[in-house]
């Protein structure tokens, strides 16, 4: 059987940035702490007047194909994951392709393109379509070009704002790839909810509270469904695991439950028995609100043991070194986690060829999906030079302040005609530059 997986990665952030903690608190009448410490973020990252999902998701393209030296006649489908698209019909892939061509020599004739939608998870299904492509042998030889691009914006006001951010993750999937080969084995926990959607809207209805708990049911789920495929799980199987990560603080919970449901029957829990107690069971209580108290006052002193901040530190905290500067980039986010773990493994001087990531996505309405990767030999060339790309990237953004934060909502407002004067100038790069004679959006390349 053929080893399938992600290839090269490249991320692109929108140019602009918020800090949560010293300019968007204070607006708001909130301590700082709320957000640092509370959602775990320190900033958001904003597209620029000139950008959106279709340049941010091409720029990480352009760059990905440059970087491994790749023609469109390498490429055999496109396909893009987004929940901020901005036409019913016609996908922003074509859109990406068509920037492309403005760069590469050739075209993307040949290639299939289309467009994956399941909120926050449609990114990891969409290379679950590249997978399957590649391994029923209908690839002649060709990679996938997998884009997850969103402009996660909020209505103002809505208690997601805090959560906000824009940007794109290219993905090259490929035979014999160079950073991750994924499982076959797959675990999911999928629902009919009403929690966060966006019927035919711009910016999200979302029920908050609720969303973070059909988030957890979900994973559980998904994390069941995966063990009756692949086996029993263990913490210490797996180097790093990647979580869809809409704030930092949600998987902080997700990794508490997901550690004390793996490690119940194990030596942990036995090793912890001595300074905790051992896991309560169902059984041995009367009724089971009884037994969910008993629940909660566990995992409250799980949380305090050191074996358990030891693998939080090691396996989930390396994960959120990207997300927690850029907020939630809904369908780039759990490749954003993967990309983070692998830059703070190379700075480390880690070797992690050989070893396996536990990555969980995530999609509200919803849906969760686990599978292992391994990591493959050649994953440190791979990551060091997006990781850079990525560092500059995060640096050179410009700061802005609440009322150029408020202009800039306002501008990718589709429901505000507006003319706004950009914060940064573009160079060597796709921007966007009004609309044609159908209302579709073009697209130009500056050098
Ligand atoms: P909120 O009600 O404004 O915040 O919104 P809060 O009052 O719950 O506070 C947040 C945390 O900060 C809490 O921590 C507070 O205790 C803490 P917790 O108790 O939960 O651990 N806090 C402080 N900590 C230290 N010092 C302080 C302080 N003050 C408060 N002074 C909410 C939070 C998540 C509801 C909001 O941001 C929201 O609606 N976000 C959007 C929805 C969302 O992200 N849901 C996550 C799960 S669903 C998902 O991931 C899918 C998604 O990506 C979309 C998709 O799939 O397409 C969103």
Redesign the pocket.
């Known amino acids: 059987m053929k080893d399938v997986g992600i290839d090269a990665v490249e991320i692109e952030t929108g140019k602009l940035r918020l800090d949560l903690a010293e300019t968007f608190a204070p607006a708001k009448g909130?301590?700082?702490?709320?957000?640092?410490?509370?959602?775990g973020l320190y900033a958001s990252s904003f597209p620029d007047v000139y950008e959106d999902i279709v340049t941010m998701g091409a720029n990480a393209a352009k760059r990905l194909m440059e970087r491994r030296g790749l023609t469109p006649a390498d490429i055999g489908r496109i396909d893009v994951a987004t929940?901020s698209a901005f036409d019913n019909s016609k996908p922003v892939s074509t859109y990406i392709a068509g920037c492309l061509e403005q760069t590469f020599e050739g075209d993307f004739h040949h290639a299939n393109k289309g467009e994956r939608k399941f909120?926050?998870?449609a990114g990891t299904q969409a290379i679950d379509d590249a997978y399957n492509w590649i391994r029923a042998g209908r690839n002649r030889g060709r990679s996938a070009l997998v884009v997850a691009t969103d402009t996660?914006l909020?209505a103002r006001g809505?208690?997601?704002?805090?959560?906000q951010g824009a940007g794109a993750v290219a993905m090259l999937v490929s035979e014999d790839p160079d950073l991750v080969e994924l499982s076959t084995e797959q675990g999911y926990g999928s629902a009919d909810e009403t929690?966060?959607l966006k019927p035919n809207q711009q910016f999200?209805s979302?029920?908050?509270?609720r969303?973070?708990q059909?988030?957890l049911a979900r994973m559980r789920e998904a994390l069941v469904d995966y063990e009756s495929v692949a086996g029993d799980v263990h913490p210490d199987d797996f180097v790093y695991a990647p979580f869809?990560t809409?704030?930092p603080?949600?998987v902080?919970?997700a990794a508490l439950l997901a550690y004390r449901h793996v490690t119940r029957d194990t030596e942990v829990e036995e090793e912890l028995a001595a300074e905790i107690g051992r896991q309560p069971r169902p059984e041995a209580f009367d009724d089971e609100e009884q037994y969910f108290d008993a629940v909660a006052e566990y995992t409250d002193a799980l949380k305090e043991t050191d074996r358990y901040a030891d693998w939080y530190d090691r396996v989930i905290d390396p994960t959120l070194d990207i997300s927690r500067h850029v907020g939630?980039w809904?369908?780039g986010?759990v490749h954003v986690a993967r990309a983070a773990a692998l830059k703070r493994a190379h700075e480390e001087g880690r070797d992690v060829t050989g070893e396996t990531l536990l990555v969980a996505s995530?999609?509200?309405?919803?849906q969760a999906e686990i599978h292992a990767e391994r990591v493959q030999h050649d994953w440190e060339a791979e990551i060091e030079s997006m990781g850079e790309n990525v560092d500059a990237q995060l640096e050179d953004r410009y700061e802005l302040s609440y009322e150029e934060y408020e202009t800039v909502h306002d501008a990718h407002n589709h429901d505000k005609e507006t003319d706004f004067e950009e914060f940064t100038a573009p160079e060597g790069e796709f921007t966007f530059d009004g609309w044609g004679r159908m209302g579709e959006r073009k697209y130009s390349y500056v050098e």
């Open positions: 909130e301590a700082p702490e709320k957000y640092t410490k509370g959602l929940e909120a926050c998870v996660a909020y809505d208690p997601g704002e805090a959560t929690d966060f999200p979302v029920d908050g509270k969303s973070v059909v988030y869809h809409p704030f603080g949600m902080r919970k939630n809904y369908t986010s995530y999609g509200s309405g919803a």
